[in-house]
């Protein structure tokens, strides 16, 4: 048992921190309005600073005491969590429930040089997790140590002890050498009771002295300190350049942040103009001939997109996945360092999403979707890759999948399911265009001949392949993407079909898994495809695609 430690010293300055972050904007919004036609000499500055020191010195007091009151303590099978002023908490997260352990750097931390380490385990709610959000670099990487060891020395009790594998901490079977992750297929009854049943014995809390995170050299640490040489394993398996992520931002647009952007800019002009000057410029808008307002439209665009590439910059700056032991670690950032902790074995799907503007060049960022209960269940594996080198990726760091080309695609007579939807809405907005503005909105008449070409690329770049224990299937909306699911991963699978569909012996399939987030459809197959695919997905271990049963979780529909 380790001794309980405390935070570091620097977290007295969180609330107050926090607190000025709040108030900035309404500050400012409040000073501009109140100054709005007064001198400074009228702002009572002796009761503003009294105010001011008053409130940050309690902000400082509320500081220490969350730093008094918060301990956490390492056991031999769980960390102990103590917090709380006014009301005491005290949390206990078992090595057998933790999915992993993350080191992130928000920008206060990162400007004090703290980091915070983010403990994920199943069913925990959003914010109400195990977070220590003021430890030293040292003292994050002392703790993922802690875990990797905990971790090899449980895998190894029930390499030695398998009969004991169901009655683990966790719950969840941890053998080595098995084809999928270390816990039961999703939608059984196993994963319901791992996820659900925590654990209800708890061990006796001792009272030792109290170490603060950033004495390194303190002592009673050295024994969790010294980890076995196949722990120390770190290699580095990929590192982003400047020019790559430089051309990753730039043909990553992001139509999103340019509604919101114009929408920002309208908004804050509402608030902090005169009434008289926004009245102005609105009727001075609507003088504006239809080719000034082509000219805005495109310089509004131009703004978004640049702005998009200095975000994606912010975001993935230094990005860098490496391998510690079993681990994969994925960090980037640059104001807001994190450092995301998986093992391959969780992973339930992988995506190959290629742009419209990187297709052309033959390049595609990959993502990983990580079973964990944080609301980020989707990592980037590789913001900027050449397809072809997407299988060599994947061997090294999820060897369990595979780029498999797709094998199947919707046939010619399945083309109207593709284009109909997009045909009838590209025609319901022109409509609405013509109607508002009159002679000016027959341009959005070219929303048609668009609209037919997109659902002929959907229907072109749709399509399906088994191989094996995965599934794939590429579909696209306005990006092709590729997904590469595992069978054991999948809950459910539903078939579909309207009576007028299946006389033309077309069906849809929709794939369920355990986070709606990652729900994968396709529509107007072949018949013989999709009854493949469901026999694949029914058939039971040691059997045939050919001696399937029809036991699986599948359903088939039809509609009207």
Request: charged share 20%.
């Amino acid at each position: 048992m380790n001794e309980p430690t405390r935070l570091h010293r620097l977290f007295i300055l969180f609330p107050l921190a926090d607190s000025v972050k709040s108030l900035i904007p309404i500050a400012a919004l409040v000073s501009i309005k109140f100054l709005n036609g007064k001198s400074l000499r009228d702002i009572p500055w002796y009761w503003l600073s009294a105010a001011i020191v008053i409130l940050v010195s309690l902000l400082l007091l509320y500081g220490y005491l969350k730093w008094k009151r918060f301990v956490y303590t390492l056991e031999e099978d769980k960390i102990l969590i103590r917090r709380g002023v006014l009301f005491r908490e005290e949390l206990s997260i078992y090595t057998g429930r933790i999915h992993s352990m993350n080191m992130e750097q928000p920008l206060l931390q990162r400007l004090l040089g703290l980091t915070q380490v983010r403990i994920e385990t199943p069913g925990k709610k959003e914010g109400g997790g195990g977070i220590l959000p003021a430890v030293t670099n040292s003292e994050g990487e002392r703790l993922q140590r802690w875990l990797r060891e905990q971790t090899q020395t449980r895998q190894a009790d029930i390499e030695v002890h398998p009969t004991a594998e169901s009655s683990g901490p966790s719950g969840q079977s941890l053998s080595a050498g098995t084809e999928g992750p270390p816990f039961p297929s999703p939608g059984t009854p196993e994963v319901y009771e791992s996820i659900h049943n925590p654990l209800d014995h708890n061990r006796d809390y001792a009272s030792v002295p109290l170490m603060d995170s950033e004495s390194d050299d303190a002592g009673g640490r050295e024994k969790a300190s010294h980890p076995t040489p196949a722990e120390e394993e770190r290699s580095t398996l990929l590192q982003l350049s400047s020019g790559r992520l430089l051309i990753a931002a730039l043909s990553s647009p992001n139509l999103s942040l340019a509604l919101a952007f114009v929408g920002g800019i309208v908004s804050f002009a509402d608030d902090l103009l005169p009434d008289r000057m926004y009245q102005s410029l609105f009727q001075s808008a609507g003088k504006l001939l239809p080719g000034s307002w082509i000219s805005i439209a495109a310089l509004a665009l131009i703004v978004s997109w640049l702005l998009s590439a200095v975000l994606y910059t912010i975001k993935y700056a230094g990005f860098t996945v490496e391998r510690f032991g079993k681990q994969i670690s994925v960090s980037c950032g640059l104001l807001e360092r994190k450092r995301l902790l998986f093992s391959p074995e969780r992973v339930l799907a992988i995506t190959v999403k290629e742009g419209i503007f990187r297709r052309w060049f033959g390049y595609a960022e990959v993502k990983v979707h990580v079973l964990t209960s944080e609301s980020e269940k989707h990592f980037m594996l590789h913001p900027l890759l050449k397809t072809g080198d997407i299988p060599a990726l994947l061997k090294r760091v999820t060897p369990q999948f595979s780029a498999q080309a797709v094998s199947a695609s919707p046939p010619p007579r399945a083309r109207w399911m593709y284009v109909r939807w997009k045909l009838a809405f590209a025609a319901a907005v022109s409509a609405a265009c013509i109607w508002y503005f009159d002679r000016l909105g027959l341009l959005s008449l070219l929303l048609l001949p668009l609209s037919f070409a997109w659902g002929l690329l959907s229907h072109r770049d749709s399509g399906l392949n088994v191989t094996g224990k995965q599934l794939t299937i590429r579909s696209r909306f306005i990006a092709m993407s590729t997904r590469y699911i595992r069978r054991p991963q999948i809950i459910a699978m539903e078939v579909n079909g309207t009576r007028r569909q299946r006389r033309k012996g077309l069906l849809s399939l929709q794939v369920k898994m355990i986070f709606s987030e990652i729900n994968e459809s396709l529509s107007g197959m072949e018949q013989q495809e999709i009854e493949a695919v469901r026999a694949w997905f029914q058939q039971k271990k040691g059997e045939t695609l050919n001696s399937a049963g029809q036991g699986g979780h599948t359903s088939s529909s039809e509609r009207l």
